[in-house]
């Protein structure tokens, strides 16, 4: 009885590695009572008629799990105003919907496909435009400052290289850009840093939550994985954005998620096949049926499972406004299998 906020569905032209139906199946089996769907997919949701698509896909699953979806933003008032006009004509406020949009998504940094609001100009104005239209919902955020990175460093012949691309000064001076953005246009609704990894980024975020409506998730891999796995045999397999850091940086990041400092804990499940992950070297890990693998693993780290649906529930549905009910747990791991790899086979 969980709530993922931050999954990647596929469907539409990447039906090839994962569509709705099948990601509503294993959460159904997962325990799950809501998934949260990304905006870069291909096309990507950023229109109301592309939006409307998918929401008609997922209520022909008609699958006991909620299905939310954030719609992406770009840097063009007619996009962003065209955005918040959907959001608030399918935004699932009554309480009983399956189905429904749950937010907004900016893009601070590339990631998988072409959706990113890159430089901070660009940002402050995806700000002041929302201000201007009163927008108090939530705006999800991937922070990781392009001018930061560095992709000469990138070997992949060393996938952990990829760490070096994207360090963690990346995304903590893409927090405080979007923290600074949102103070200087006065901007009224809630900002989510989704799959923060960097400890600072924790306390950056925890500082300034008197001043402004601000929240942090984080993913399965950055607790309970380092950097240090990319150096196996199917290191390439654990390239995702933000990378994974330090076995330092992760015990620090750990233990902030246990005492509290984190609100949401989600899974950025982001499901490729082979040839996306050898040949084009594809960010993301797949992490939706790892649900009742993890929680156990969480558990057995002296975890309770109050503070577990607090994090992974209560604090969802009170950060995003919403009333998904609980629904009975399946407790069932059989679609791991479905996956490339299960990131979690080698921890006990």
């Known amino acids: 009885m969980y709530i993922d906020a931050h999954t990647h569905c596929r469907d539409f032209e990447e039906a090839y590695k994962e569509t709705i139906q099948h990601a509503l199946l294993v959460a159904e ?10 905006p870069n997919t291909k096309p990507p949701l950023i229109t109301r008629a592309v939006v409307e698509r998918r929401l008609e896909l997922a209520k022909k699953c008609a699958s006991p799990v909620f299905y939310g979806i954030f719609i992406g933003l770009t840097n063009k008032k007619d996009q962003i105003k065209e ?25 601070a940094g590339k990631s998988t496909n072409n959706l990113t609001v890159e430089d901070i100009l660009s940002q402050r104005s995806v700000f002041a435009i929302l201000a201007e239209l009163n927008f108090k919902g939530v705006i999800s955020l991937h922070c990781e ?12 012949k060393n996938p952990i290289s990829h760490c070096d691309v994207r ?7 893409s927090v405080k850009d979007q923290i600074q953005c949102a103070q200087e246009t006065n901007f009224k609704g809630h900002l989510h840093i989704t799959h923060i990894s ?16 601000l929240s942090s998730g984080v993913t399965f891999h950055h607790l309970l994985l380092d950097k240090n796995v990319m150096t196996n045999e199917k290191g390439i397999f654990y390239k995702v954005n933000p990378p994974l850091r330090s076995p330092e940086s992760r015990a620090q990041l750990f ?3 246990n005492n ?5 804990l989600e899974t950025d499940h982001a499901p490729h096949t082979y040839e996306d992950k050898i040949e084009r070297h594809s960010s993301g890990i797949p ?10 693993i969480l558990k057995a780290r002296g975890i309770a499972e109050n503070f577990l649906q607090k994090v992974a529930f209560e604090n969802v549905n009170k950060i995003f406004g919403i009333k998904i009910p609980r629904r009975k747990a399946k407790n069932n791991t059989i679609y791991v299998k479905d996956y490339l790899f299960d990131p979690y086979e080698k921890i006990v």
């Open 260 to 264: 509290g400092e984190i609100d949401i």
């Open 198 to 213: 960097s400890p600072q980024s924790v306390d950056i975020v925890n500082k300034t939550k008197h001043a402004l409506r």
């Open 287 to 296: 992490n939706l049926a790892s649900w009742p693998k993890v929680i156990e």
């Open 29 to 38: 089996n997962s325990g799950l009572s809501g998934i949260f769907d990304m």
């Open 145 to 156: 400052k392009e001018s930061v990175m560095n992709e000469k460093l990138w070997d992949p």
């Open 83 to 107: 955005a918040v006009e959907t959001f608030n004509e399918f935004f699932p406020n009554k309480g009983d919907e399956r189905v429904g949009v749950i937010g907004l998504k900016m893009y």
């Open 167 to 173: 360090s963690e000064e990346a995304e903590i001076q």
């Open 255 to 257: 233990a902030k998620f």
